[in-house]
């Protein structure tokens, strides 16, 4: 009986096959018309797992070979890395509504950072965070902070002349106190080097140590598998919640501890909080509104962890490279020295009459990468893009470390040579703006990227005009800085670390360091 109808239908089960594999071919097009990007092929399962962790050499190669738009995968999650500027903006900033979402939220939030606006989803508490953010960072407003850079910045020079070789700490201990200042209003009492440091400053640096390993990509599955979060800490290989477990007081800490002090200090102490503070601008405008208080904390905090490790690496790349410059220091020295003059330091209002020095700090952004890769936007529609398709969830890469070294972009990109952005001794518009990618983009562009270029204007023109950075070349078991200038691999990355010695210009220029800081309370 079953052979007989198996019989009968056999003419027509090749037509029935044919007619199914149409139908899921039809289907499969219907619902996406266009290929994925290429890449090369991976492992089942797994994926391009052996293209892991992505480095902006190995990004750049596979552009090499593959085109502007690479695709990878791995466990199941889809990469689309863009290869040129041209790319990263048309996606990233023009269609920035779909493509401005962010895949560590579990992570975060298993560890205590679910304050940090770089993992936040978008939605509403982000657009309030984002909000608050550009309301008190935006080009006016940074502004009012001036004075206390200012004045910071005179004590990092007299930290320098007197200890030189410990420039690394005096940046960190710079760049953290004039964020607490100008964000909590609270006093950070000077320190020297060897003596333990400011509480809050403590508190964010052991923060920040705990966020790189947390999230260096590849330490923790939970990063790919945030199921894992309801593992106990007992089972067996869950070391990770018991790391975790260790972190999360110090970083709820850094949430709450500043914030709750700079309340102490306004309620305690009529007037000792500056109205022009964070918090004092913050606070004006909430009234017992949790949710708003609540945003606003999470930006203050955020504003730290943003803002330090970032402007820090940019001032030892900006160190590194005049150690190997000496005649890109001597202009630079030749052009304050004209303009400012001995007798006082440069401000940001010297700025657009300092155009090689402007050119130098425009070149240390461009030079090194502070954020080579930059963090994934995810894409929240399957979109399409020059023909292909790129699928919904997937992250989004661009790779600002690339597109400083494309030819396309910049002649000679490995030399530090700040001429390249002035025409007629001035700086020309017609060269892309290292600011345009090294600060990320879109809905996602680094809300601090004002006060970051304003604060490096400030500390590389200070230490122009009173330093000469010497290379530490020669001396005992110490590294030069290269000409090359290695950077290590991080979310964050640095120059490797190096030897350099800070000199005065001359005996004018140490007196005017001693006399600007003894002006200070
Ligand atoms: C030279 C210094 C700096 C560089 C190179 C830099 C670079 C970046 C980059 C590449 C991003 C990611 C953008 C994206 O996803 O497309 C970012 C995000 C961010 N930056 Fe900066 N930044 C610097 C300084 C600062 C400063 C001074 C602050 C705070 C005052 C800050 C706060 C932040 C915050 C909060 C985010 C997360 C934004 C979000 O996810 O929506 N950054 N930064
Ligand atoms: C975002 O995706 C939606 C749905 O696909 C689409 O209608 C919209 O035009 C997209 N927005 C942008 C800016 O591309
Ligand atoms: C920019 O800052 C100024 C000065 O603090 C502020 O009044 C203004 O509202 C801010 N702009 C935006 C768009 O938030």
Avoid at 214 to 226: C, D, K, R
Avoid at 398 to 415: F, I, L, R
Avoid at 477 to 488: F, H, L, Q, R
Avoid at 504 to 520: F, G
């Amino acid at each position: 009986m079953a052979l007989i109808s198996l019989a009968q239908a056999w003419p027509t089960l090749p037509f029935a096959i044919l007619c199914f594999v149409l139908l899921v071919q039809i289907r499969s097009r219907l619902k996406s018309r266009l290929p994925l990007p290429p890449g090369p092929s991976g492992l089942p399962f797994v994926g391009n797992v052996q293209e892991f962790p992505l480095t902006p050499e190995r990004i750049s190669a596979l552009h090499a070979q593959y085109g502007d738009l690479v695709r990878l995968t791995i466990f199941g999650d889809e990469f689309i890395l863009l290869g040129s500027h041209e790319s990263a903006v048309a996606l990233l900033e023009k269609r920035s509504s779909n493509y401005s979402g962010r895949n560590m939220f579990e992570l975060a939030d298993m560890t205590n950072f679910d304050w940090l606006l770089t993992w936040m989803p978008y939605g509403t508490h982000f657009r309030k965070v984002r909000g608050c953010f550009h309301r008190c960072f935006n080009a006016t407003a940074i502004q009012a902070y001036r004075p206390i850079q200012q004045e910071e910045v005179k004590r990092h020079l007299l930290r320098l002349l007197e200890h030189p070789r410990d420039f690394y700490e005096h940046g960190r201990k710079l760049i953290g106190t004039v964020i607490i200042r100008i964000v909590y209003g609270l006093d950070v009492k000077d320190s020297l080097p060897g003596c333990p440091p400011n509480k809050y400053i403590s508190i964010a640096e052991e923060s920040m140590s705990a966020f790189s390993v947390i999230f260096h990509p590849g330490q923790y599955y939970a990063q790919s598998f945030p199921w894992l979060r309801y593992v106990p800490a007992w089972f067996p290989g869950a070391r990770f919640q018991r790391d975790f477990a260790a972190w999360r007081p110090i970083v709820r800490s850094m949430l709450n501890v500043p914030w709750k002090a700079a309340g102490k200090l306004t309620v305690r102490s009529e007037g000792k909080m500056p109205p022009w503070t964070f918090y004092a601008n913050t606070m004006e405008r909430i009234e017992n509104n949790e949710e708003d208080e609540y945003a606003a904390k999470c930006t203050a905090a955020s504003a730290y962890f943003g803002g330090a490790d970032t402007t820090l690496s940019t001032l030892q790349i900006f160190t590194a490279a005049m150690a190997s410059s000496p005649h890109v220091q001597k202009r630079a020295q030749e052009e304050l020295d004209a303009v400012v003059g001995p007798g006082r330091l440069p401000t940001l209002e010297d700025k657009p009459s300092l155009p090689y020095v402007s050119a130098v700090a425009k070149e240390c952004l461009r030079w090194r990468q502070v954020v080579p890769i930059n963090v994934p936007h995810i894409c929240s529609e399957e979109d399409e893009f020059n023909g292909y398709r790129i699928p919904k969830e997937a992250r989004v890469i661009s790779n600002a470390a690339g597109y400083s070294m494309d030819p396309k972009n910049y002649q000679d990109p490995e030399t530090f040579n700040p001429d390249r952005f002035l025409v007629d001794g001035k700086l020309s518009s017609e060269i892309l703006d290292p600011a345009s990618f090294a600060f990320g983009y879109g809905r996602r562009i680094c809300p601090g990227r004002h006060f970051a270029e304003g604060a490096v204007f400030l500390m590389l023109s200070n230490i122009l005009h009173t330093f000469t950075i010497e290379s530490g070349a020669g001396e005992a078991g110490k590294a030069a800085p290269s000409d090359v200038c290695k950077m290590t691999l991080g979310v964050v990355s640095f120059p490797a670390p190096f030897e350099c010695n800070f000199k005065p210009k001359s005996s004018d220029a140490e007196a005017l360091i001693r006399a600007s800081a003894s002006d200070l309370a």
